[in-house]
């Protein structure tokens, strides 16, 4: 028996609507539980400490106010959104912005391998919101190394 399209719609909606999993993250999951509770977590025990620590630092400065919506409603549009406010909200430098898009990209893939996310990954089409041109860091010299060291 042929089944229609509109059966199979119906059918994957009340799959969307389970409980994500059994670590204590609710029906729809905001980001920010999710961030906290597993891609964090996850972050720590099979990465680098120092980009453990650079995660931590953007999600406290940049993400952790925001995400008012479940994590699988998520478009690309809500994420431009988002990196244009994050961008607008603290003035942000072009590499400071990609940076946040690369942490959330990685919040959404790990979201979609454990099946929390059913849809493509809604940072791959987003633009980088204008921002400003970042500043030249000053280079210390070896004398001065060396003086800091004595």
């Not at 229609?4 to 609507?17: A, E």
Request: charged share 30%; glycine share 6%; net charge neutral.
């Amino acid at each position: 028996m042929a089944i229609g399209f509109k059966s199979l719609r119906f059918q994957h909606v009340p799959l969307c609507q389970e409980p994500l999993d059994a670590a204590g993250i609710p029906g729809p999951a905001k980001p920010t539980d999710f961030i906290e509770k597993r891609y964090l977590p996850y972050v720590k025990e099979h990465k680098a400490p120092s980009t453990y620590a650079g995660y931590r630092n953007l999600w406290s400065l940049y993400i952790n106010d925001r995400g008012r919506m479940a994590l699988r409603e998520y478009r690309t549009c809500e994420c431009d959104d988002l990196l244009t406010e994050i961008a607008r909200a603290h003035d942000t430098a072009k590499e400071t912005i990609k940076r946040v898009k690369s942490f959330l990209s990685g919040t959404f893939r790990h979201a979609k391998r454990l099946g929390i996310l059913r849809t493509e990954n809604p940072m791959w089409d987003t633009v980088l919101p204008e921002c400003r041109e970042g500043e030249d860091t000053y280079a210390y010299s070896l004398d001065e190394i060396l003086t800091m060291i004595e």
